[in-house]
């Protein structure tokens, strides 16, 4: 019989509060963060940032160390979409 991990929205909303302050203040506004736990027991969060979702496994973080590499996943996936909205169309295709 396996073991199947309890969900805790305690749990997930604390790491996705955590998220949050560990990005760049100026960056929060533009962030939507939603935290939620796999059957491996694993969180998973996935954010909104304008009109794209990037999401990020815990894979082999603890709980208090997943939350400022998914924060500097998503800055940086943040930055990057800024600096390609702001190369002209012409400009990418060469």
Do not use: W
Not at 21 to 28: D, F, M, Q, S
Not at 29 to 55: E, H, P, W
Not at 69 to 90: E, M, N, Q
């Amino acid at each position: 019989m396996t073991h199947k991990p309890v969900r805790s929205p305690e749990r997930e909303q604390r790491t996705a509060i955590l998220i949050l302050n560990e990005l760049p203040r100026a960056l929060r506004n533009q962030v939507v963060v939603v935290v939620s736990t796999m059957a491996c027991g694993d969180l998973y969060a996935t954010a909104k940032i304008g009109s794209r979702f990037l999401c990020m496994p815990q894979s082999n973080f603890s709980d208090t160390a997943f939350p400022r590499y998914a924060a500097g996943v998503f800055a940086t996936a943040l930055f990057a979409s800024d600096v390609a909205a702001s190369i002209p169309p012409k400009a990418r295709n060469t």
